[in-house]
């Protein structure tokens, strides 16, 4: 990856409906060339994708919630029905496996208070294998969706 390379990728990041023709013109490659690189670091899996950024409070989702999960057993089969079960609910975004304890962070966003309660009786308390659950509030979005530094 050089620094061309680089540059599209902060363009992509930046603004992911770029035509290439724009692209091109933003980095300084002609068309053709620009192409290729697009597709080479699509194929190779730098980029991984591209999707629209959306407002989770224009969506109703007001709550956010930061749960952590500390799991009885660490084996492999405990992990891996507890990582296929957090699959399965949609209102968990992003699920980060930890070093240490806890286990996992998981983020989690629902309408409110009480749609939150809901999910974490009915749904979170009941992942497998899990011996603890600790949740904290998000007060604020400081930062969300940072790029990458390229």
Do not use: W
Not at 6 to 27: F, H, M, Y
Not at 45 to 65: C, E, H, K, M, T
Not at 113 to 142: C, G, H, W
């Amino acid at each position: 990856m050089d620094k061309i390379d680089r540059k599209i990728l902060a363009e992509l990041q930046a603004d992911g409906r770029l035509s290439v023709t724009e692209l091109a013109e933003r980095v300084g490659l002609s068309l053709s060339p620009c192409h290729r690189r697009v597709r080479a670091l699509e194929e190779s899996g730098v980029i991984q994708g591209y999707r629209a950024q959306l407002d989770p409070g224009a969506l109703g989702l007001n709550f956010s919630a930061m749960v952590f999960a500390t799991l009885r057993m660490g084996d492999r089969q405990a992990v891996a029905a507890f990582e296929a079960a957090v699959v399965e609910i949609p209102q968990i975004v992003e699920a980060q496996r930890l070093f240490g304890e806890p286990d996992y962070l998981l983020h989690v966003v629902t309408r409110d208070l009480p749609a939150f309660q809901q999910l974490y009786d009915e749904r979170l308390s009941a992942l497998p294998n899990v011996q603890r659950l600790t949740s904290t509030l998000v007060m604020k979005r400081v930062i969300q969706d940072r790029f990458l530094p390229l």
